[in-house]
């Protein structure tokens, strides 16, 4: 129960399908040690109460801010350091959500964690899948693809097979005290804190070049740890004419500290900001990518929800949260690597997820390498 309209109306339904429910608030955050920023918990989870008070519930809270900082905060700040993109919101997911509140659940003595994400659970023949929310503009099954058989077998989506609209109707509907409360945006520990000014407070800037194409030095940057492929925002462009259009981030050389940027990054053969090398630069430029049959990347610390993808098959994989499903074939290379092969470059910075799918069902996936 996050105070939030969908954990309240998956709770709503649950009662009223006649499960015994009991409402679960977990602190994760209230500030960092330097003040920078704080979560609006106190509000949440006095909205959390007035839901349960109206399905008559009783609520548990549970604090987890040590183990947030450390499974989550600490592996954000570790990854930018390394000049890679990471996603809180999957690790929380994973360390926190489905894990140290799952066991928290059972220890309780729950049958079932449930919560307002918007994606299904389907039984096979062998276990359990992971599908697609019926909500496209919604779905999160790419925030879900670490969880694996135990996890989904104790685990219900409420909500999964209903639209946004449909779930505010029925928060109406229930008279619920927050059926019009806004969807919360953004990272939840950051506010209304930018990241990248927050980032800054906590990993020391850096000045270095700006390269084009060419290899030329038309502006700066303050660290590259704060950027990532396809932006096109905060660095200085010092040589421009009036001509020119917005430069993207097309590449990043972590230890040398530089930005490659151009005006028309779907032209040139990126994917992994960490394996950029200027060389891929001029291969890039005498070859004409729409000719280029196949264009891979490689991925660790892989998750197989219930079956291992086939060689010879053909699948879709998202490379980032609301981003096209591209076509794709998978090949393993071992129990935590594989290898995406796509039918079209890529553009995806290395710490971000690649995830699975077989039409709706959500195979898993892993971290770009």
């Known amino acids: 129960m996050s105070g939030g309209v969908d954990s309240s109306v998956a709770a709503a339904l649950l009662k009223s399908q006649g499960y015994d429910c009991i409402g679960a608030f977990f602190i994760t955050w209230t500030k960092d040690a330097k003040g920078l920023t704080k979560c609006p918990w106190e509000q949440d989870v006095f909205d959390a109460r007035r839901v349960c008070a109206k399905l008559d519930i009783p609520l ?34 994973k360390e926190i959500k ?4 799952l066991n928290k659940a ?6 079932f964690i449930a919560t307002g994400h ?12 992971l599908v697609k929310g019926k909500d496209k503009n919604k779905d999160q099954s790419y925030f879900l693809y670490t969880l694996n058989q135990n996890q989904l077998k104790h685990t219900l989506f409420p909500i999964g097979h209903l639209i946004k609209p449909q779930v505010r109707q029925l928060a109406k509907k229930f008279r619920l005290p927050n059926w019009n409360k806004k969807d919360s945006q953004g990272i939840c520990f950051l506010g209304a804190i ?29 660290g590259v740890f704060f950027h990532t492929l396809g932006e096109r925002h905060g660095f200085t462009i010092t040589k421009k004419n009036p001509n020119d259009g917005a430069y993207y981030i097309i590449g990043k050389d972590v230890k040398k500290n530089i930005l490659y940027v151009s005006q028309n990054p779907k032209q040139l053969l990126f994917h992994s900001s960490q394996n950029f090398q200027r ?16 264009f891979c990347l490689k991925i660790n610390n892989t998750n197989w929800i219930s079956l291992i993808p086939k060689a010879n098959k053909n699948y879709t994989a998202q490379i980032r949260y ?8 998978i090949k393993i290379i071992n129990k935590t690597e594989a290898k995406i092969i796509f039918k079209k470059s890529v553009s995806v910075a290395s710490g971000q997820s690649c995830v699975i799918y077989h039409e709706n069902v959500c195979l898993g996936g892993g971290v770009v390498i």
């Open 98 to 101: 489905f894990k140290l509140f």
């Open 279 to 294: 060389s891929e630069l001029k291969s890039s430029k005498r070859s004409d990518l729409k000719n280029l049959e196949n």
């Open 194 to 222: 930018d990241l990248k000014e927050f980032l800054k407070h906590y990993i020391k800037e850096k000045r270095g070049k700006v390269l084009n194409e060419r290899g030329e030095k038309i502006g700066y940057h303050n």
């Open 60 to 93: 548990y809270v549970f604090n987890f801010e040590k183990d947030y900082k450390k499974r989550v905060v600490d592996y954000l700040f570790a990854e930018y350091r390394q000049g890679r993109t990471p996603n809180p919101d999957i690790m929380c997911n």
């Open 118 to 129: 918007y994606a299904q659970i389907k039984k096979n023949q062998g276990g359990y899948d």
């Open 322 to 329: 609301h981003s096209e499903f591209l076509a794709c074939k």
């Open 106 to 111: 059972k220890e309780i003595g729950a049958d």
